[in-house]
Each structure stands twice: as structure tokens, then as C-alpha cells.
């Protein structure tokens, strides 16, 4: 079995339930990310595009943790909790990923493990670059 390396990014607490992030070989598995920024805080309370902003940066955080780029980001899941958020969504996944877009698939969904989250995000990445 390939060596697993929890990936956390520098300013982020480890926790000891998850890891931000999981390389398996030539492939990182990036945890689903909500809006709170390195300290906790929830960015963008009802705002589904600062929302996915920051979902994204914290992606860019981990996966340039490992080595890697956004650039290398083959496959990403959203879960959303409002169809009417997709629009905003979508901007910020096609201003992140402006040529060569990772495989997307995007998932309507009740909830979120709190309310105030509206999106979540995550992502492989091939590491063989």
C-alpha cells in the first residue's frame, strides 16, 4: 500500500479528526472546504461567491502545501445548498481554473454540516505534474 502524507498548510491548526489534505502517491486528496478562513471565521455569511472564494483559496493552500498548483487540480465536487448559488459558484470555479478546467461535478444538497455554509469544495490533484 502506498504511503499516505496528511498535508496540512502552514497557519493551519492540525485536526485531529481530518486531514486538509491526503497524498496517496501521485495523487493529493484535498478534504471538503467551506468559507471560514485559517482562523475559523466564517467569510461572506450569506454570500455564496465570497463564499466560494475563499473555498478556493483555502484548495490553493493545500494543494500548494504539497507541492503542486491549482494547475494540477484534475477533479473537483461542489456542494451546494441553493440552486440559485450555482451562478456565483461558477464564476469563481471559471476565474480559478481560466484554461484547462478539472472535471467538475456539482451536487445540490440540504445542508451543510452548519447553516451558514452554502458551499463546499473538494479536489484531486495529480502530484506527477
Not at 63 to 88: H, N, Q, R, S
Not at 106 to 124: D, N, S, W, Y
Request: with cysteine; net charge negative.
Amino acid at each position: 500500500m502506498a504511503e499516505r502524507k496528511p498535508i496540512v498548510p502552514p497557519g493551519v491548526a492540525p485536526n485531529p479528526a481530518l486531514s486538509p489534505g491526503i497524498q496517496v502517491g501521485d495523487f493529493l486528496f484535498v478534504s471538503g472546504n467551506v468559507g471560514q478562513d485559517q482562523n475559523g471565521n466564517l467569510v461572506g455569511e450569506g454570500d455564496c461567491e465570497a463564499q466560494s472564494r475563499q473555498v478556493m483559496a483555502n484548495i490553493r493552500a493545500i494543494v500548494e502545501a504539497a507541492g503542486a498548483t491549482m494547475a494540477d487540480v484534475v477533479k473537483i465536487t461542489c456542494f451546494l445548498t441553493d440552486v440559485a448559488d450555482y451562478p456565483a459558484y461558477s464564476k469563481v470555479r471559471a476565474e480559478t481554473f481560466p484554461s484547462s478546467p478539472p472535471a467538475s461535478s456539482t451536487v445540490m444538497v440540504v445542508a451543510l454540516v452548519r447553516p451558514e455554509f452554502l458551499v463546499e469544495v473538494e479536489a484531486i490533484v495529480n502530484m506527477s505534474g
